[in-house]
C-alpha cells in the first residue's frame, strides 16, 4: 500500500499550488480521501475530504473557496487545488484513506506529506 504526495513547494502569497496523491495497493474507489496539514508546532488539521466517488466534498472553513479536492478513480490519484495561497497555509500537507465500502470499514492509510511555503 502506498499514497505518494507531490506537488508542493515554495510560492508567493495569492499564488496556486495542485497538490497530487496516487495510491497503489488497495481498491482506490473503496475509500474517502482527505488532506491534512500540518504547520510547525501545531497539530495536524484536516483541510479537505472528497467521499469515495467523488459526490460529495467538505471543507475547513480556513480554506474554503480557496481550496478545491477532487478525485480521478481511474487514475487512482486525488487532488488538492490550492489558489489565493497565504503565509498561514504554510505547512506538510498528507493525504489519508480511510475505508467506507466493503470489509474491514475504517482502515486508514497515510502518505509522507509534501512542504507547500508560502513566502514572499
Known amino acids: 500500500v502506498q499514497l505518494v504526495e507531490s506537488g508542493g513547494g515554495l510560492v508567493q502569497p495569492g499564488g496556486s499550488l495542485r497538490l497530487s496523491c496516487a495510491a497503489s495497493?488497495?481498491?482506490?474507489?473503496?475509500?474517502?480521501m482527505t488532506w491534512y496539514r500540518q504547520a510547525p508546532g501545531k497539530e495536524r488539521e484536516l483541510v479537505a475530504r472528497?467521499?469515495?466517488?467523488?459526490?460529495?466534498?467538505n471543507y475547513a472553513d480556513s480554506v474554503k473557496d480557496r481550496f478545491t479536492i477532487s478525485r480521478d478513480n481511474a487514475k487512482n490519484t486525488v487532488y488538492l487545488q490550492m489558489n489565493s495561497l497565504k503565509p498561514e497555509d504554510t505547512a506538510v500537507y498528507y493525504c489519508?484513506?480511510?475505508?467506507?465500502?466493503?470489509?474491514?470499514?475504517?482502515?486508514?492509510?497515510w502518505g509522507q506529506g509534501t512542504q507547500v511555503t508560502v513566502s514572499s
Open positions: 489519508k484513506a480511510i475505508k467506507v465500502r466493503g470489509g474491514l470499514l475504517g482502515i486508514v492509510y
Open positions: 495497493g488497495f481498491t482506490f474507489s473503496s475509500y474517502d
Open positions: 472528497i467521499n469515495n466517488v467523488g459526490g460529495s466534498t
